[in-house]
T-cell receptor, first 110, second 119 residues
Framework: QKEVEQDPGPLSVPEGAIVSLNCTYS??????FMWYRQYSRKGPELLMY????GNKEDGRFTAQVDKSSKYISLFIRDSQPSDSATYLC??????????FGDGTTLTVKP | GAVVSQHPSRVICKSGTSVKIECRSL??????MFWYRQFPKQSLMLMAT?????????EQGVEKDKFLINHASLTLSTLTVTSAHPEDSSFYIC???????????????FGPGTRLTVT
């Protein structure tokens, strides 16, 4: 069983839709939770970074962490075609290396 | 955000030759850099963790004599693929941890990747 499981997708939504991307994990020692966006043939770009449980908002993006359920989400409001990419969740313990999900490919259609 | 560069962005080499990939943190210092490999439509596979001034730590199944890592300074790490073969063709991505970030150095920034094709 993988430590981090990510909804595989692919996901296709119309422009303006709300997108929900999700990951579950099994290691209760994870303390740091990240979301990365990766465009085709590019390196991942850090989108959101959260420590422990709670919500964090940045523009159209909201990251949510529920440690009791070992579940994290990334919400994208008013999705745009430029949001089309692969989204990777990642998490790590204190001073540990990051463990990545397999990614969810999102396509936002104009 | 912090910037990590990689060079070259793309390289084609013949089987049996060696290729060196550079990873630089441009506006921050990083004692730790990571090297990943990514196959098409798959996630990142950590190959090794590179610490400045010491030997790299390789993940299980990664040949340290084939993938030589040198982390000579706080801003530069290199990955050399020795005696490359077609099965080494992949997308290689480095990342660096920002010591000076407000989150105590836990944020990890990625380079743009290097696409290696071995013919």
């Amino acid at each position: 069983q993988k430590e981090v499981e990510q909804d595989p997708g692919p996901l296709s939504v119309p422009e303006g839709a709300i997108v929900s991307l999700n990951c579950t994990y099994s290691n209760s020692a994870f303390q740091y939770f990240m979301w990365y966006r990766q465009y085709s043939r590019k390196g991942p770009e850090l989108l959101m970074y959260t420590y422990s449980s709670g919500n964090k908002e940045d523009g159209r993006f909201t990251a949510q962490v529920d440690k009791s359920s070992k579940y994290i989400s990334l919400f994208i409001r008013d999705s745009q075609p430029s949001d089309s990419a692969t989204y990777l969740c990642a998490m790590k313990t204190n001073a540990g290396k990051s463990t990545f999900g397999d990614g969810t490919t999102l396509t936002v259609k104009p | 955000g912090a910037v990590v560069s990689q060079h070259p962005s793309r390289v084609i080499c013949k089987s049996g030759t060696s290729v060196k990939i550079e990873c630089r943190s441009l506006d921050f210092q990083a004692t730790t850099m990571f090297w990943y490999r990514q196959f098409p439509k798959q996630s990142l596979m950590l190959m090794a963790t590179s610490n400045e001034g010491s030997k790299a730590t390789y993940e299980q199944g990664v040949e340290k004599d084939k993938f030589l890592i040198n982390h000579a300074s706080l801003t530069l790490s290199t990955l050399t693929v020795t005696s490359a073969h077609p099965e080494d063709s992949s997308f290689y991505i480095c990342s660096a941890r920002d010591l000076g970030s407000s989150s105590s150095g836990n944020e990890q920034y990625f380079g743009p990747g290097t696409r290696l094709t071995v013919t």
